[in-house]
């Protein structure tokens, strides 16, 4: 297991910026399941309502409004941001991405880095990271924005998506510090199981057809077209639940963490369950373990920034650091754990764009 | 068994007759993956077991279900 070290970075605060719509998973999958299976899935998901954007609006258009109430109250000047990063896999366009746009609609300098990561829920580490270096080779501010418009490729027919996906835009301000915190990373890939999570058409491989607008039945009554999210509920499950386990696992023990050290453990919010029986498996009482899937639902990438905004300003220690354990998996297959630092003097807060 | 079989049924509203310890996972449309986690979380409550998260994708049978109960 290679482990990455970042030292001199700190995060100076983290907004999330959810859509405009509340959905009720009880009155939004009425008509999927019958009613003793929905009460079911809602106890054993713990996800009983989601946010997603109205038609038109994007997580892009979430992340920029997050950056900007950010930059505001961290008295963030834009010239003085050195890069931009979009972490998505829900880009406005594929071409081209999306970082260009935030960077404008900022007032981030023309001289200054804008790219997107393609990645899904274990992105956040990815960003993080790759942010990290940058803030130490430029020795200046950094944007990290992460947010997807599920939504967009959700069927509202598809038993397996429907009741846990959700939608929201982050930003995340990474600056240098003189602080001794030391973050660890560590990732892990599997391309053998991208079947098991994914869009079928509209990229390179199978540009979109008139009939992959067409939806389709499937055996479990599901109905989706082929520009849709496939996700093999039980393929993922077991990724998680024995890969993602093992690997954050082997992780601590490399580093000698054990779960006293940590305050908190802050994984990818797939469903409540999942994160629950997670924190058993690493031995972390339920308390440490940070959640905001029953709120919000899952949103990719973006629950781990969305949960810290959540639970941060609740959660500080004595000493004003929060010792924590991100982790976030998914579609690849692929995996990022990282253990950071979450400051008190940061800026943390969750807002809403308006409209219904 | 029979009164676990019962529980299984009610959660899956299906007849105690239509099933059995040997009834295997995704071999009926009410037992898909989100089921199989509602079984998981619905066993554990009801007879206040352990079902540790990397034993449960293992479990392909109602059998399999009732060995952690027995256990």
């Not at chain 1, 001199?8 to 509340?22: D, Q, Y």
């Not at chain 1, 990438?301 to 998914?330: D, M, Q, R, V, W």
Request: overall charge negative; aromatic content about 8%.
């Amino acid at each position: 297991m290679d482990i990455l070290d970042i030292r001199g970075v700190k995060i100076s605060g983290i907004v999330a910026c959810l859509p405009e719509r509340v959905v009720e998973n009880r009155a939004d999958c009425e008509d999927l399941f019958p009613e003793d299976a929905l009460n079911n899935i809602i106890k054993a998901t713990g996800i009983n309502k989601r946010y997603v954007v109205n038609r038109g609006t994007t997580s892009l258009d979430l992340s920029i409004q997050a950056a900007s109430h950010l930059l505001e109250k961290t008295k963030t000047k834009a010239e003085d941001i050195g890069a931009t990063i979009c972490v998505t896999f829900t880009p406005d366009n594929i071409m081209p991405s999306d970082a260009p746009l935030a960077q404008t609609r900022l007032g981030i300098p023309k001289d200054s880095m804008g790219f997107d990561i393609g990645m899904a829920c274990s992105g956040y580490g990815y960003g993080l990271y790759i942010a990290s270096t940058i803030v130490r080779g430029l020795n200046k501010k950094v944007l990290l924005l992460d947010g997807d418009t599920q939504s967009a490729y959700v069927s509202k027919t598809d038993k397996s998506t429907v009741p846990v996906m959700s939608d929201v835009g982050t930003a995340t301000l990474l600056e240098p510090s003189d602080d001794k915190n030391r973050w660890k990373f560590s990732f892990y890939t599997d391309g053998s199981g991208r079947e098991v999570l994914k869009i079928p058409a509209g990229g390179a491989k199978h540009p979109t057809q008139i009939d992959d607008l067409d939806y389709r039945e499937y055996d479990d009554g599901s109905k989706r077209r082929e520009v849709d999210i496939y996700m093999d509920g039980f393929e993922v499950y077991k990724f998680v639940a024995q890969d993602a386990s093992k690997f954050i696992d082997r992780f601590m023990e490399e580093l000698d963490l054990t779960p006293d050290q940590i305050h908190a453990f802050i994984p990818h919010q797939a469903n409540m369950y999942m994160i629950k029986q997670l924190g058993k498996k690493l031995k972390f009482d339920d308390d440490k373990v940070w959640k905001s899937g029953d709120e919000f639902g899952n949103p990719g990438s973006a629950s781990i920034p969305l949960t810290i905004a959540y639970n941060a300003n609740k959660h500080f220690t004595n000493s004003g650091e929060i010792e924590s354990l991100i982790s976030g998996f998914g579609a690849g297959l692929s995996i990022s754990v990282a253990k950071i630092n979450i400051s008190r003097d940061g800026f943390y807060n969750i807002i809403q764009k308006e409209g219904n | 068994m029979r009164e676990f079989i019962e529980f299984i049924a009610k959660i899956l509203g299906m007849e105690v007759e239509d099933l059995s310890q040997d009834t295997e996972y995704e071999s009926i449309p009410q037992w898909d993956s989100l089921m199989h986690l509602v079984l998981v979380a619905e066993i554990e409550d009801k007879y206040h077991v352990e079902i540790p998260i990397d034993e449960v994708p293992n479990i392909k049978t109602l059998g399999n279900f009732y060995g952690y109960i027995m256990r």
